[in-house]
């Protein structure tokens, strides 16, 4: 093949498991971005009135620090397993529409390179500074965002770019619903369903329901900052707080669209090396659901500091302590998994385990902010900040650790090493909690989160430089990771169908898998189909191999991809020929992409 | 191409009501629509005007929802994956309508 | 590890919270000095209570971090995979577990939102009369605060008698801000639009560090607060020298010079001072010298600290809406005299 | 139909493309139903006129409601008759579905127009900023089921419309109906309980 026509094969793919592989690099050089932000961050704090960037340099770190690792790393992060993993565990040969499922993608490397284009593009909007970077925290609270407060493009870079990356994940949402519910092997039903595609029929739902919010909320921010409304502004009777009500209706079901999938990787992962099944499948099946549904009344623990009242508090404050037990409830069948079996402790099963360390301690400072009273000594503090990283970093990011080490051998044919893999554990696991723990006292002793520099009468000079020495640590640890996959190309052992002998239907296949995943599509009779006797044959008798016809690419997801930036240049220069153009280029791609033959 | 079993199912496309049906439909709804007009005008009815608007329109949107989108024929699942947000929705704007205050009592 | 403390190091730490302090140590942290912004040293009533409620969560966390992670240990040495060990029995679940395992964090919930919600409403009363009314204004950086009844107006420096109740209405000029002393107890947000309460009764003499607390803006970091805490005669002494006019500077004198360059390089235009001028876009400097620190509480007021930051004020506090008004040397000195006169 | 992937065997024995759609509606309630919030929590909140009352013409959105139910009728009609494979009709039923969602959105035309003749603007008032963002988002997905509705019309005038893909007509239906019931809400919450 010659290069272009390899390159085109690229840009037109419906194949899913390219689908996901694109996702992983691209989601992956995201979360080193992500991390460079957090090093910078954490350089500057090394020491009270520290002088490594400037004030404006740091507010927009920590602001795309948080936006970053939460919609350009860890989502899509999850998505590519949601891609590369849940049509191979359900059996399908693609998801349910393969061409929506590429537009996603494109759409959401377009909205990230948007967003990250404000770190260069200062010159162009006569900022007198390279960076323009988003500002005003990855919340972006309101009125500060607004153009009285933030006249620069920055907050318009953020606003726009969340808007785009809200229709890659509203479509990826869709397409997973219809992928998991009707792309089902035959005789999978729903209780057969594995733990991780079942979290990520949960996660679709959120995202389906969560994201529209979120755009309300930034369409009245666009029209505030563009069209002088004043939803979010006093002087016309407006109320800030409604940005935050809003913001948290969808932010707090976004916490579990990225603790969820992890939680599934968890549950795939833990029996396994247990050599036992999932304890209690059904419950944490149910919890996942529950979770996932509690998550939508609990969004003004967030706001316990706006002064709700005492009745909003009260309720708000019930609400989150009812999560914890669904919660708990499935640590303790993932502990009663581990009881009696015999662990192996590969890589992936130690960052399984380190995130059920991890995240128990997340899980009980969560507690403590459950409690209003409590959360008003804490809240907006670095004890919320090593609350959300033991949730999202000893939680989410281990359980991807754990999915990476775990499924990269179906990826890609081959193992990465397992020395290295330990290695990379053991520097993220510690540095994870040398960064993080001292911040639950740095907290506690009075420093407040986002703030560039502080004094060294708060006593936390010490702590604060142990937690840059672990940040670093991290650094070198996911510096292993990256050489692991590097020599893994060429030097990694391969790995054959099933090198953990894992239990679901994805390691019934090569690795990696064909084009079409399944020569036949196997037929489910159990939870567990590699691991029971009464599992039908794969290949019932005297089943004629049919031809498997494979789906063409399609350029024109890529098209209308471009189009939503290309649009959203108008707003962001003040040029209305770009709405137009981009108008114009979205309007063409839909109607191509909807009259162009494709099967799938 | 799938190998047939027990456990998937042809798409099936459940049968629709006839034009009958949508008509009589059309009429009920627009003597809800001349009602509800009639009660905003109506002093007399002004002490009951804000629940009796909403359960008419309540009553238009169901009818619409279950005969002309189907869903009274059509999968139960459909109606979880429109009812489900849809609860959600009134859930929310009635949790910030208490926000924000809406349903304390005027002083 | 012993010298490392002192009585006031020990005093920093609640009574009940003495515990922490070999693990502040062994962080490496505790010989920094008296924590003047911990929220783990409670100087009122209301921090008290947070304080009580905060401690009886953390012992439930304790027992349930002691529970799992002491469980997931045992399980890993016990059930480490082993050569020859027979495939494990595969168990799918049992009714009467899960049962157990929900109850229990659900009974433990119980214990904790009761005192939660006790605290909440008696945390969240109305001000009691004779209480103390406060006014706080928050500014892109800085805070402002009046007491309406004693008509004093100061900034960044808030003072107040131990013993007495005090109620603060809170409210912002600009963007949302947080107004967070901890050991007053819990933040609660400043917000445009809208009028907030704290109701706290300080409980004794202490000067406490606070900041902003919801990220605000450029400066959000310099946004710094005081609360002096003092005994009541000192605190009325305090009010008797913020009531009295602006003090008068003698003729001929380098501060006379000072006060005709306050005028002439338009500092009235934004300060209130005495009754030359009354605009109230920055802080009232009328007693500016009485105050222990300047700029939103982030340098100490003294001639070198005044001196720079008059000289270049955005230089020193990012984003500061106070303007460098390029005043040559000599003028500086002399605004710098004449400001330090003004007690 | 702008999707076109659906198997013929699924595990639910439900067409995908529906399903997706009926996802998609679903999505759509919270979009609208936090647009209609902002609408209610702002709600008598303006501090300087014009006001609902000053302002909404009940009588002429009288008529516009007419016209979008009768619309969901012809919509009905035309996906009956597709489903009956009688193309002759569902030409006219699907013209007809369209022509009255013009004429909706001329109604809205005016009714924007006439409003900021009378001083109610999006900058105005926040009873001004509310009405505009959240009828203007409606009247958006009116002039996308327009366009849709056209572009069936002509694969109609194509010969490309048979009883076995009645589904895309369906599907745009389920999507003009979802409209319409939106605009019953919006009637309702914003005309007449003012």
């Not at chain 1, 060429?490 to 054959?496: F, K, L, S």
């Not at chain 2, 009920?28 to 007399?44: N, Q, R």
């Not at chain 3, 140590?25 to 209570?49: E, H, N």
């Not at chain 4, 009709?89 to 127009?113: C, N, P």
């Amino acid at each position: 093949m010659s290069r272009l026509k390899r390159l085109m094969s690229w840009l037109t793919t419906t194949d899913h498991k390219r689908i996901g592989l694109l996702y992983f690099y691209t989601a992956f050089v995201f979360f080193l971005v992500g991390g460079l932000e957090a090093l910078f961050i954490r350089a500057q704090l090394a020491q009270p009135d520290g002088h490594v960037v400037s004030a404006e340099t740091f507010n927009q770190l920590f602001t795309m620090h948080g936006t970053t690792m939460v919609f350009l790393a860890l989502m899509p992060l999850t998505a590519s397993f949601f891609n590369y993993i849940v049509p191979l565990q359900i059996g399908a040969r693609d998801v349910a529409f393969p061409r929506l499922n590429a537009f996603s993608y494109w759409v959401f490397v377009l909205g990230a390179l948007l967003m990250n284009a404000s770190w260069f593009t200062g010159p162009l909007f006569h900022a007198g500074r390279l960076n323009v970077a988003p500002d005003a925290g990855w919340f972006g609270y309101a009125n500060l965002t607004s153009r009285q407060y933030s006249p620069g493009p920055n907050i318009d870079f953020w606003l726009l770019g969340l808007q785009i990356l809200g229709v890659s994940s509203l479509a990826a949402g869709f397409n997973f619903i219809v992928t998991i519910l009707n792309l089902r092997a035959p005789g999978m039903k729903m209780m057969r369903l594995p733990v991780f595609s079942w979290m990520t029929l949960v996660t679709s739902f959120l995202i389906i329901t969560a994201f529209p919010v979120i755009t309300v909320a930034l369409v009245l921010l666009m029209f505030d900052r563009f069209f002088g409304t004043h939803f979010y502004l006093t002087s016309a009777g407006g109320d800030p707080v409604l940005w935050q009500h809003l913001f948290w209706i969808f932010g707090h079901p976004e916490v579990y669209i990225l603790i969820l999938p992890a939680m599934g990787i968890v549950s795939e992962v833990l029996p396994t090396f247990a050599r036992k099944p999932l304890f209690g499948y059904t419950v944490v099946v149910y919890s996942g659901v529950l979770i996932g549904f509690m998550g939508w009344g609990v969004w003004s623990h967030h706001m316990f500091s706006v002064g709700l009242g005492p009745i909003a508090d009260s309720v708000f404050s019930a609400t989150t302590m009812l999560i914890a037990v669904p919660t708990g409830v499935k640590i303790f069948n993932w502990l009663a998994t581990l009881w009696g079996g015999q662990l192996r402790f590969t890589t992936a099963m130690l960052f399984a385990i380190g995130f059920i360390a991890l995240f128990t301690i997340g899980g009980l400072s969560g507690v403590t902010h459950a409690s209003p009273p409590a959360d008003l000594q804490q809240t907006d503090t670095y004890y919320v900040v090593a609350h959300i990283h033991y949730v999202l970093f000893g939680g989410t990011i281990f359980g991807l650790f754990a999915g990476m080490y775990y499924w990269w051998p179906k990826m890609t044919g081959r193992l990465l090493s397992e020395t290295l893999g330990k290695w990379h554990f053991a520097l993220v696991f510690v540095g994870m909690n040398l960064a993080f723990f001292p911040m639950h006292l740095i907290g506690l002793l009075g420093m407040p989160r986002r703030i560039y520099t502080y004094s060294p009468d708060l006593g936390v000079s010490t702590l604060n430089l142990v937690s840059t020495i672990g940040a670093f640590l991290i650094g070198v640890g996911v510096l292993v990771f990256i050489w692991n996959v590097w020599r893994t190309r060429t030097r990694g052992q391969t790995a054959g169908n099933d090198p953990w002998g894992g239990a679901t239907l994805e390691w019934t296949i090569s690795s990696p898998p064909p084009v079409h995943n399944f020569d036949v599509i196997p037929t489910v009779a159990s939870r567990l189909p590699r691991w029971t006797k009464t599992q039908l044959k794969a290949i019932p008798e005297g089943a004629k191999l049919a031809e498997i016809h494979v789906p063409g690419g399609s350029i024109w997801p890529l098209v209308t991809a471009l189009g939503l930036p290309v649009l959203a240049l108008a707003p962001l220069s003040h040029r209305l020929p770009f709405a137009f153009v981009g108008a114009t280029i979205i309007l063409l791609g839909i109607f191509r992409w909807a009259f162009e033959p494709f099967e799938a | 191409m799938q190998q047939p079993s027990t456990d998937e199912h042809p798409v099936v496309q459940h049968a629709h009501p006839t034009a009958g049906v949508y008509l009589r439909v059309a009429t009920i709804l627009v003597i809800l629509t001349v009602i509800e007009v009639g009660v905003f005008y109506v002093p007399a009815f002004h002490s009951i005007l804000v629940p009796a608007l909403l359960l008419l329109s309540a009553v238009k949107f169901t009818l619409v929802v279950m005969f002309y989108m189907h869903l009274k024929m059509d999968s139960r699942f459909f109606t979880f994956l429109f009812g489900g947000p849809l609860l959600l929705g009134l859930g929310m704007t009635m949790g910030l309508m208490f926000l924000f205050g809406a349903f304390a009592l005027r002083r | 590890m012993t010298e490392c403390w002192d009585s006031s190091t020990f005093d920093a730490v609640s009574r009940d919270r003495r515990w922490l302090l070999p693990l502040l140590c062994a962080a490496g942290a505790a010989c920094g000095g008296p924590f003047p912004q911990s929220s783990l040293r409670p100087r009122s009533d209301f921090a008290g209570a947070i304080d009580r409620l905060f401690t009886d969560i953390f012992w439930w966390a304790v027992l349930v971090f002691i529970l799992v992670e002491g469980l997931l240990l045992f399980i890993i040495v016990r059930y480490r995979y082993r050569e020859g060990a027979p495939t494990p029995k595969p168990t799918h679940g049992h009714t009467l577990l899960e049962i157990a395992w929900t109850l229990a964090p659900a009974l433990i919930l119980v214990f904790i939102a009761v005192p939660t919600m006790r605290t909440i409403f008696a945390t969240q009363t109305d001000s009691p009369a004779g209480a103390l009314r406060v006014e706080v204004v928050a500014h892109q950086w800085w805070w402002e605060y009046r007491y309406p009844e004693l008509g004093v107006v100061t900034a960044n420096e808030l003072h107040l008698p131990a013993g007495r109740t005090v109620a603060l209405a809170l409210t912002s000029a600009d963007v949302i801000h947080s107004f967070w002393a901890p050991g007053l107890g819990g933040k609660r947000d400043v917000i445009p639009g809208r009028t907030n309460r704290l109701v706290l009764r300080p409980d004794s003499v202490d000067t406490l560090l606070g900041q902003c607390a919801e990220f605000c803006g450029a400066s959000h970091a310099n946004m710094r607060l005081r609360v002096m805490v003092e005994a009541e005669p000192a605190f009325q002494a305090w009010v008797g020298r913020q009531q009295a006019g602006a003090a008068s500077v003698a003729k001929g004198s380098l501060a006379e010079q000072g006060q005709q360059a306050f005028r002439r390089y338009g500092c009235v235009g934004c300060h209130t001072m005495g009754t030359m001028s009354t605009a109230i876009i920055g802080p009232n400097l009328t007693h500016l010298g009485s105050r222990m620190t300047i700029a939103g509480g982030l340098f100490p007021n003294d001639s070198v600290h005044l001196t720079r930051w008059i000289a270049d004020p955005p230089a020193e506090k990012p984003g500061s809406i106070m303007p460098n008004m390029h005043v040559p040397a000599g003028d500086l000195a002399a605004l710098i005299a004449y400001l330090r006169t003004m007690r | 139909m702008t999707i076109a992937a659906a198997t013929h065997r699924t595990s639910m024995g439900l067409d995908s493309r529906k399903m997706a759609f009926w996802a998609f509606i679903g999505s759509e309630c919270l979009l609208f139903g936090s647009l209609i919030s902002t609408y209610l929590v702002y709600k008598g909140r303006s501090v300087v006129g014009p006001y609902p009352h000053d302002i909404l013409n009940i009588p002429f959105t009288s008529v516009s409601t007419f016209d979008l139910l009768m619309s969901s009728l012809m919509m009905v009609l035309a996906l009956a008759a597709v489903q009956r494979g009688d193309l002759k009709w569902a030409k006219v039923w699907l013209v007809a579905t369209a022509l009255l969602g013009i004429f909706f959105l001329s109604g809205q035309v005016y009714e924007f127009t006439s409003f900021v003749r009378e001083g109610l603007t999006l900058q105005t008032n926040l009873f001004g900023a509310t009405f505009f963002v959240l009828t203007g988002t409606h009247g958006a997905h009116v002039t996308v089921g327009v366009v849709w509705l056209l572009t069936l019309w002509v694969r109609a005038l194509q010969g490309q419309l048979t009883a076995a893909n009645a589904v895309t007509v369906e599907i745009c239906g389920l999507y003009w109906h979802f409209v319409d019931v939106i605009w019953i809400v919006i009637f309702t919450v914003v005309y007449l309980i003012q």
